[in-house]
């Protein structure tokens, strides 16, 4: 599929033809901090972001998602019975994602798509209706280690174009065939806007610094990573919140209850967080996770043991960096799967 | 300063553990991003040697001494200690099971604050020098003076100095912040019951539930805490704005008449809300109505957990 051109001042015309057929969503600027917003144009689109501050998760999987709706009257002859609240009413593009993100949800598409008996119905109809147009990231952040988690700067999985600023244009690289019907009116890029979108490349991956080892952590046992003294020291001063599982683009906990007031009812799903003791406490009053070790070590033995040892080695996260960012107390993930590695 | 303040905390740290005073020493070692220095806890002298002292110790740690059962030495300015004085009054932590190592803050720095001064760019490292921090990005580096981005409860700051002590680091220092505390809540006064029913919204809608202003108050102890109830439910776990509401001003509630002011809540909120709008109010109306400064003295009752005959009656009786 050929690679093509935008030059940035015609980006305008092309994000307001996307409208009508798409609601277009990007990253917008405000107070130094990038957020996802609604769009009717390229005005306040920002491609001179690192990432934004929440994950772009919600998309997918709203932190309050309505399942199933009920009237609670179990005298009324429709009462008690769950009915399907509508699927997603439009079909979206999302613009400006970066590609950590969006190998972040084709990871979770493994996890909420196992098998046809194991489909969450809510997640699959969300991802079938969006487009994803992806910015690679030409100045990665400091904090950034996606190179060593399976993604890059660059990476390509998870997108339906690929989108690289090349200042004045952008090239716009068709991954899937819905994105190529998007870009097909466009104008083929030339041989030398592509030669510098591998220059570019190959200095966005190089200015990574941060490598992560996990070639240890991958070949022993489970119990063996499990039983490490350094669980015994990291847990110490985690504040159990939730904010590392929140803004993380591959975290997927979630907590289901029912809500009734007067006659209406409903069946709704919210994110949860394994750092909560509440999140595995039984009804019988057991906790197999009673302790704050056993919390802090499940957060990552689970992205960086059990997700690759049950997903043939495919890692539970891309590097993004969010969670060091946002860890009130400094719990860098970096340092710990040092330690993990060791 | 800060320097200096680092080489004797970890001295001193280094002969506690030796003469085996303490099991371990609870202070901070360097943040791996800039502006966020890490609680620690250091086991030997090896690791005492990790220990340090700046403008970015913003966490609260006497809330890491709750349900410990060896003896701590911990670092502590004027607001930590007072939390250990609340949390010793109210059978938290064990008297004889802490060894406060007491110095006078010099106020924490918001990193926000700083990073809204150079305009979102990247900041890569922030370094003290007296009284400025040397901020450097990628392409540029600039000066500001620490007291232009303190914490907004750092300004208002009415108890620098440790109230407690076991050995003192560094010397007393004045005892204020120099803002006036009675002015924080004065915006909240003058509104009108809409309109602060506006400003309260207008505060938490940001908020994602984390819970880091819960979990790192060193008030919220509670096993069960009231959002994690269920029979009954108090509070709902969705983002319905009413749940979000619910959750903040039924915690500020339970923080009335022993709320410090640390500012740790607003320090650990990954969204930057502005956590202690709430806070702020219920210290002052306690101050005024109750004469009561929490955390000043071991042995004082909360007076919100006492019953006195002239307890004022103004906010109950018309």
């Known amino acids: ?29 405000s107070g130094g901090e990038a957020r996802w917003s609604r769009i009717e144009d390229a005005g306040k689109l920002s491609f001179d972001f690192s990432n ?25 002859k429709e009462g008690l019975i769950m009915k399907e609240v509508p699927p997603l009413d439009e079909r979206r593009v999302i613009v400006n994602m970066r590609p950590c993100d969006a190998r972040a949800f084709k990871i979770l598409d493994r996890i909420f798509y196992r098998d046809d008996d194991a489909r969450d119905v809510y997640w699959l109809d969300k991802r079938e209706k969006t487009i994803i147009i992806g910015l690679a990231c030409n100045n990665p952040c400091s904090t950034c280690f996606c190179t060593s988690v399976g993604s890059g700067p660059f990476d390509e999985g998870g997108v339906d174009i690929l989108c690289v600023d090349l200042g004045e244009k952008l090239v716009l690289r068709p991954v899937s065939e819905r994105g190529d019907a998007l870009v097909k009116g466009l104008e083929d890029a030339s041989a030398e806007d592509l030669s510098q979108v591998s220059a570019l490349k190959e200095k966005a991956e190089g200015a990574i610094e941060n490598k992560i080892e996990m070639d240890n952590i991958l070949s022993r ?15 110490e001063t985690c504040l159990n919140c939730g904010a590392c599982t929140f803004y993380c683009p591959t975290c997927h906990c979630f907590d289901i209850q029912d809500e009734t007031q007067g006659d209406y009812g409903r069946r709704v799903r919210n994110w949860d967080t394994c750092m909560s003791w509440l999140f595995t406490q039984h009804a019988s009053g057991h906790n197999p996770r009673g302790t704050k070790k056993d919390r802090v070590r499940q957060r990552f033995m689970h992205k960086f043991k059990y997700i690759p040892f049950k997903l043939e080695g495919i890692i539970g996260c891309v590097g993004c960096g969010r969670c060091i960012k946002v860890c009130p107390v400094n719990i860098d993930v970096r340092e710990v799967v040092k330690q993990m590695n060791e | 300063m800060e320097v200096k303040i680092t080489q004797q905390i970890r001295e001193a740290a280094k002969r506690l553990l030796k003469e085996g005073k303490v099991d371990c020493v609870l202070g901070y070692r360097k943040g791996t991003i800039p502006m966020v220095d890490a609680p620690y806890f250091a086991y030997t002298e090896e690791e005492a040697d990790n220990l340090i002292w700046s403008s970015f110790c913003t966490k609260n740690l006497a809330n890491f001494l709750i349900g410990r059962k060896d003896k701590v030495a911990v670092v502590a300015q004027g607001c930590v200690s007072r939390s250990i004085v609340g949390l010793i009054n109210e059978n938290q932590v064990k008297r004889e099971n802490v060894y406060i190592l007491g110095l006078c803050s010099p106020g924490m720095v918001d990193k926000r604050k700083v990073e809204a001064r150079v305009g979102g760019k990247e900041i890569l490292e922030v370094v003290e020098e007296g009284e400025e921090l040397v901020v450097k990005g990628r392409d540029f580096e600039e000066r500001i003076p620490r007291r232009e981005v303190k914490r907004d409860n750092c300004y208002t700051c009415v108890q620098r100095n440790p109230v407690i002590y076991d050995e003192m680091i560094g010397e007393m220092g004045e005892e204020t912040g120099g803002g006036d505390i009675d002015k924080v ?21 940001e908020c994602i539930r984390c819970y880091a202003c819960r979990n790192a108050c060193p008030l919220c102890y509670c096993t069960e805490c009231f959002v994690d109830e269920s029979r009954p439910q108090w ?34 909120c990954p969204m930057g809300i502005k956590v202690r709008v709430l806070t702020s109010k219920i210290e002052k109306d306690i101050r005024k109505l109750y004469g009561y400064k929490p955390g000043m003295e071991i042995g004082a009752v909360a007076p919100l957990s006492l019953y006195k005959p002239n307890d004022p009656e103004e906010f109950i009786t018309p």
């Open chain 2, 185 to 205: 809540a004065a915006p909240w006064e003058k509104l009108s019951a809409d309109e602060r029913w506006e400003a309260f919204r207008e505060t938490f809608k």
């Open chain 2, 235 to 268: 509070c709902g776990k969705t983002q319905d704005e009413a749940d979000v509401l619910t959750f903040h001003i039924l915690r500020a509630f339970h923080c009335a008449g022993r709320c410090v002011d640390c500012g740790a809540c607003e320090s650990a």
């Open chain 1, 221 to 235: 046992e489970v119990l063996e990573v499990y039983e490490l003294p350094l669980w015994d020291r990291i847990h």
């Open chain 1, 1 to 29: 599929m050929g690679e093509k051109i935008l030059t940035k001042d015609k980006l305008d015309e092309f994000i307001k033809g996307l409208t009508s057929e798409y609601s277009v969503y990007g990253p917008t600027v």
């Open chain 1, 52 to 76: 934004t501050s929440l994950s772009p998760k919600s998309f997918f999987f709203p932190q309050t998602e309505c399942m199933l709706e009920f009237k609670n009257d179990p005298r009324d």
